[in-house]
């Protein structure tokens, strides 16, 4: 090899290296990230949840979780709480943003913006100073499920409202015509047009709402009066005052599921052509 | 074609009547302005225009999407200007089809049926007739679809999703959708807009067809002059909501009743013309004999069609000139004729090669004049360095803010728009208009922004009508005056600076 040509190759190794600096190593640092932090910490729940104390593969850990009264009763009681705050938010958001989205209310988006601003407060704070503010109003105490429910609803209502407000916004007026022009009322077109074709936005809103209320025990802890338990607080409670990881992890694994099966339900809405119009 | 639609035979029955019918919108843009028409029963009528014309806005109104602001709608001579849609017998076919993507084919075309309640009368016991308002029974849905569906070709799409159908079968599937509920009118708003050049005239010929077979009143909205000529019983020309002429096709092709019309509906060359005696006008530097009646020294729209006019060799014709350009077209040759300054597009099918010098011959029934409509002068202009205008070879001082709205002006000059957008204005191309009593004129020639003389005075009864031109492009400034003036003075135009209305050509580039 002569100098001139082994220049020539450094120069081409040089150029190379610089274009194949491509847009998928740019998702390098995620996708560590995703290794680490998701992947992983995934699999050890995997793993600690089918073995034992001393590191035996056992089923031991979901025997007990189904042979319990008690965490089943939990299991129902979050599961009864998510429904109910999902039903309520889906009633009291989606006439919201119907009117944010089809009259001139919201120009410039800025009462849209008050309805979504709760969610830049921490919802920590919210929560406890929502409590408050029920107590000083008298609405607060008379029944522990209802104010654990007041309480979820009014944390989650924003998340129901902006799918529901990107749906509608987008849908294309001439159906509410078409569905006039062919003889409907106004709660026919509503019934016939409107609503199943916002049905993407409603199932985006159930995902949003349902799944993180099985689990937000801190607004069960603040509202309940800590005498409501939901399966959130009881895998809390597996790791930090029982040291029972194991345990811990099954009830994890059952969550993941019982949340893979809600979301099964809901995509079945959102795999007509709406998929994307949601958040 | 013309044949049948000549014998054929409508019925004096107005099915539609339209009163005065105006819609302003809330920003203050007058859509529809005072428009009175009326359509028969089993007519096909089309409305034609560009976009922006209003066309559409009243086709809305009939639909009863849209609410008039001043006016009637009658149906059958019952006032439904304020009846909401669903309690009208009219259906509508959507531009954009809007079928429901929720819904198979079957369901969208039975959507309609499955809402309509019909009088049903019993027999009891007794023998007493009962008359009950039910809904449809199923067959009877499943029979009128499968008619709908067997009408647009689409027999065993039942089952379909809308969005695996192609254009022009969700077109087909939102025509039936619409006729399956036996409306007494069908409202089309530019169907076929979306289909390509082959499909749209298949389709165009089969709607014709549905029409005759079907017998209800079609209202069509087209942009597309050639659609209206040819499916058309009778066609409302528009333009800035208001009405142009309505006629059956033949009439809007060979009678255009201004330049307006005459320049939408198919190629056409317009002329400036005077009328120099009876029957005879001037244009292209020739005298030529028509058959419209005018007055003396009247100013005039000339018209006449490309195929109207007879290529012969040089010398041996009305008019001598050059051909500058000749594309051949698949019928005919399309070319171009130089006469002096101005530019006469022909179609024939000999072919005359580009520089041969020719000569151009018209018929008289050929020449089609028209009343010149003049409201305002309008020219092309550019913007100075100094925010003046320059047009009809003067420079004006002008108010560029017009631009764009609530804009201001800062100290070096630029425009700064509501949004804060800094933009420099020279050399940005833009339509000017002045009014017709906007114009000064002074002996002046350091006064006004351009010098002409006065080439015309025609007295108007209680003003005069004075046309101004210039040296260099010969731009005509037309203004009436009270004072009395004398042709070829010498004077200079004056323009107050908000006077002036400016219009950009197209967005500038940030």
Redesign the interface.
Not at chain 2, 98 to 102: E, M, R, S, V
């Given at each position: 090899m002569t100098e001139k040509d082994f220049i020539q190759e450094k120069a081409m190794r040089n150029n190379k290296f610089r274009l194949s600096f491509s847009r998928k190593q740019l998702c390098l640092p995620y996708g560590v990230f995703l290794a680490l932090f998701v992947v992983l910490p995934l699999l050890l729940i995997v793993f600690y949840s089918f073995t034992d104390k001393d590191g035996g593969f056992s089923f031991n850990n979901f025997i007990r979780f189904f042979s319990s009264a008690t965490t089943l009763t939990t299991v129902i009681i979050s599961v009864l709480i998510a429904l109910a705050t999902t039903i309520i938010c889906i009633l009291l958001a989606y006439p919201v943003a119907y009117i944010l989205a089809r009259s001139n209310l919201n120009r410039g988006g800025t009462l849209l913006l008050l309805f979504i601003m709760p969610m830049w407060i921490n919802f920590v704070l919210r929560a406890m100073a929502m409590k408050d503010l029920l107590t000083i109003i008298g609405v607060f105490g008379f029944n522990n499920y209802v104010n654990v429910i007041i309480g979820m609803v009014y944390d989650y209502l924003p998340f129901m409202v902006l799918p529901l407000y990107t749906v509608l916004s987008k849908m294309d007026k001439s159906y509410v015509e078409a569905s006039k022009d062919l003889g409907a009322n106004a709660f026919h077109t509503f019934t016939k047009a409107t609503l199943p074709l916002s049905m993407s936005g409603i199932a985006s809103g159930v995902t949003m709402v349902f799944m993180p209320t099985m689990t937000c025990y801190v607004i069960s802890d603040t509202f309940g009066n800590g005498l409501i338990t939901i399966i959130g607080k009881l895998i809390d409670e597996q790791f930090t005052t029982f040291q029972n990881w194991n345990l811990g992890s099954a009830m994890a694994m059952v969550l993941l599921v019982i949340m893979l099966v809600s979301m099964w339900v809901t995509g079945a809405f959102k795999s007509e052509d709406t998929r994307g119009n949601n958040l | 074609m013309t044949n049948e639609k000549m014998t054929k035979t409508l019925s004096d029955e107005k099915i539609i009547q339209i009163e005065n019918l105006t819609r302003r919108f809330e920003d203050g843009v007058v859509a529809v302005d005072d428009i009175s028409f009326y359509v028969r029963k089993g007519e096909f009528v089309t409305f034609l225009g560009p976009s922006g014309c209003g066309k559409t806005t009243t086709l809305r109104m009939i639909?009863?999407?849209d609410k008039p602001t001043s006016g009637r709608i009658l149906l059958n001579g019952e006032d439904i200007s304020y009846l909401?849609?669903?309690k009208r017998p009219?259906?509508?076919v959507?531009?954009?089809y809007?079928?429901?993507?929720?819904l198979n084919v079957y369901d969208n075309i039975a959507?309609?049926l499955k809402?309509?309640k019909v009088k049903v009368t019993y027999r009891d016991k007794d023998g007493n007739e009962i008359e009950k308002v039910e809904k449809l029974k199923k067959w009877e849905i499943t029979a009128k679809v499968q008619k709908a569906l067997k009408m647009v070709d689409l027999e065993g799409f039942e089952k379909r999703s809308v969005?695996t159908l192609s254009g022009g079968q969700q077109q087909r599937v939102a025509i039936a959708?619409?006729i399956v509920?036996e409306p007494k009118i069908l409202l089309l708003d530019e169907p076929l807009g979306a289909l390509d050049l082959k499909m749209r005239k298949d389709m165009q010929l089969e709607l014709k067809e549905m029409h005759k077979k079907l017998g209800i009143t079609f209202i069509y909205v087209t942009h597309d002059q050639e659609e209206a000529l040819t499916m058309s019983d009778t066609i409302v020309v528009m333009k800035d909501g208001v009405i142009q002429q309505i006629g059956t096709p033949t009439d809007i092709y060979n009678e255009p009743k201004n330049s307006f019309v005459a320049d939408f509906i198919g190629e056409s060359n317009i002329f400036s013309g005077t009328i120099v005696g009876k029957k005879k006008v001037r244009f292209i530097n020739h005298n030529f004999d028509c058959v419209d009646d005018f007055a003396v020294n009247e100013k005039v729209d000339v018209v006449v069609r490309p195929e109207d006019i007879v290529l012969v060799d040089k010398g041996q014709g009305q008019v001598d000139g050059k051909i500058i350009s000749s594309i051949f077209k698949g019928v005919h040759y399309e070319m171009v004729m130089l006469v002096g300054k101005t530019e006469i597009v022909i179609q024939d099918t000999v072919e005359r090669k580009v520089g041969e010098e020719v000569s151009l011959k018209i018929q008289p029934n050929d020449i089609h004049i028209m009343e010149k409509e003049f409201s305002s002068n309008k020219y092309d202009g550019y913007i100075t360095k100094r925010n003046t205008v320059c047009f009809g070879d003067g420079e004006f001082e002008c108010d560029v803010t017009q631009l764009y709205p609530n804009s201001i002006l800062d100290e070096e000059g630029y425009l700064i728009t509501e949004e804060g957008d800094r933009i420099d204005l020279t050399d940005v191309d833009v339509e000017v208009e002045v009014g017709l009593k906007d114009i000064e004129i002074s002996d002046d020639a350091d006064k006004g922004g351009a010098i002409g003389n006065i080439v015309s005075m025609i007295y108007k009864g209680d003003h005069y009508q004075l046309i101004v031109r210039t040296d260099e492009n010969e731009e005509d400034f037309v203004f009436d005056t009270e004072d009395t003036w004398n042709e070829n003075d010498r004077v200079s135009v004056i323009i107050p600076k908000e006077k002036i209305k400016l219009k950009i050509k197209q967005e500038i580039k940030r």
């Open positions: - | 639909a009863g999407f909401p849609p669903n009219i259906n509508t959507f531009q954009r809007a079928l429901f993507p929720h959507f309609g809402l309509k969005s959708r619409a509920n």
